[in-house]
């Protein structure tokens, strides 16, 4: 009986190490997901770059 | 025991009784459909053309970044709506295939996602623009979020003759971003909108009465009843028309302006009394009403844009 128990144990801990499993529709979404806010983070990036450049050294100088 | 009295009924995002968290299945286009994008490109022409015709110059990146704080704090506003209203919206069949009553998005994403991208857009407009513009659209967000979404949406058949306010902001970040004020001409632009919304929505409401009644939505047919819905659908054009021309009777616009205003003004007259006059329920005539809305006010400003943003006066 205990050793029923403990190899039930070994099992659920098994499963636990694994982790969250993700299928392929979820890992298609998160894909989708991570390229778009790679896509924003960037654009954010060069807007700020080139509100920089056009600025110069004013940029921080603004109209309140 | 239950917390929740038998009977009550959940309002808002808690009554769209949202799955535990998993892994999401939201892909990219699930939340650019949370932003609204056929509202947002009204809203980004009418901030276009309160910034064209605004006096003094603007460079043009900063024009853009102004036009894209709008655009996104105008879809950070479509997100937040969706997420409050996804019980609304499960019950409607023109909006319950959208990502949260669908269940693509869960509430708290949505909810996340409206949050940063309102911060982002005010803050981003505020740095890069300046504060009053920054500080308009904020109050336009909270407006259309808290004041149309949250408390009058569900609770008077004035909603969207108050809540409409939101959607005639627009011009007037345009022109605050270009001028850093505010005076008569944005005003009239932001009355333009105001007193057309009305007609505009009720002629959807009308041909929308049972969607709207499934979902509990008090809006003007189901309250009042067709006729004075009609009625006052002719009221709000007749004011509308006339405020339609003021841009060209205070001198801001041209003749070009006037004309087209006039001519697209009386046809608009002429069908808002077709639809108070139809004995029938006037589906058809309301359809009508509702497209020419939308040709009318996109003329409106393209004419004024063309005119004085892009061409000087003519006429």
């Given at each position: 009986m205990t050793a029923a128990l403990r190899s039930t144990d070994i099992v659920m801990e098994e499963k636990q190490d694994k982790g969250i499993v993700l299928t392929e529709a979820q890992k298609r979404a998160r894909r989708s997901r991570s390229i778009a806010i790679a896509l924003s983070l960037a654009a954010l990036v060069i807007l700020f770059y080139v509100y920089t450049l056009i600025k110069g050294p004013i940029v921080l100088v603004r109209p309140i | 025991m239950s917390l929740i009295t038998e009977g009550a009924e959940l309002q808002g995002p808690l009554a769209t009784g949202a799955r535990l968290a998993e892994p999401s299945l939201a892909e990219a286009r699930d939340y650019f459909a949370l932003l609204k994008p056929r509202v947002m490109s009204l809203v980004v022409f009418t901030a276009l053309t309160?910034?064209?015709?605004?006096?003094?110059?603007?460079?043009?990146?900063?024009?853009?970044?102004?036009?894209?704080?709008?655009?996104?704090?105008?879809?950070?506003?479509?997100?937040?709506?969706?997420?409050?209203?996804?019980?609304?919206?499960?019950?409607?069949?023109?909006?319950?295939?959208?990502?949260?009553?669908?269940?693509?998005?869960?509430?708290?994403?949505?909810?996340?996602?409206?949050?940063?991208?309102?911060?982002?857009?005010?803050?981003?407009?505020?740095?890069l623009v300046n504060v009053l513009a920054a500080a308009v659209l904020a109050?336009?967000?909270?407006?259309?979020?808290?004041?149309?979404?949250?408390?009058?949406?569900?609770?008077?058949?004035?909603?969207?003759?108050?809540?409409?306010?939101?959607?005639?902001?627009?011009?007037?970040?345009?022109?605050?971003?270009?001028?850093?004020?505010?005076?008569?001409?944005?005003?009239?632009?932001?009355?333009?909108?105001?007193?057309?919304?009305?007609?505009?929505?009720?002629?959807?409401?009308?041909c929308r009465s049972e969607d709207y009644a499934r979902a509990g939505v008090p809006m003007m047919p189901l309250v009042k009843g067709e006729a004075s819905t009609r009625r006052q659908m002719l009221l709000y054009t007749l004011v509308t028309v006339p405020l339609g021309l003021t841009p060209w009777?205070?001198?801001?616009?041209?003749?070009?302006?006037?004309?087209?205003?006039?001519?697209?003004?009386?046809?608009?007259?002429?069908?808002?009394f077709r639809v108070d006059r139809e004995r029938l329920p006037a589906e058809r005539a309301s359809r009508q009403l509702f497209s020419f809305s939308i040709l009318y006010l996109f003329l409106l400003f393209a004419v004024l844009l063309v005119e004085r943003g892009f061409g000087g006066m003519i006429g």
């Open positions: - | 309160g910034l064209a015709v605004a006096p003094g110059a603007i460079h043009p990146v900063t024009g853009f970044t102004a036009l894209l704080c709008v655009a996104v704090g105008a879809g950070a506003a479509g997100a937040l709506n969706m997420w409050y209203d996804a019980d609304i919206d499960a019950r409607m069949i023109r909006t319950a295939r959208r990502p949260v009553p669908s269940g693509r998005v869960q509430p708290g994403e949505a909810l996340a996602f409206g949050l940063t991208l309102a911060g982002f857009s005010v803050v981003v407009l505020g740095l109050f336009t967000i909270f407006f259309y979020v808290v004041i149309y979404t949250i408390w009058l949406k569900r609770s008077t058949p004035q909603n969207i003759v108050i809540g409409g306010a939101a959607g005639a902001f627009p011009p007037m970040i345009g022109w605050a971003a270009v001028t850093g004020s505010l005076s008569l001409e944005p005003i009239l632009l932001f009355l333009i909108i105001f007193f057309w919304t009305p007609a505009h929505f009720w002629a959807l409401a009308l009777l205070f001198g801001y616009a041209g003749l070009l302006y006037g004309a087209t205003a006039g001519i697209l003004g009386a046809a608009m007259v002429a069908l808002a």
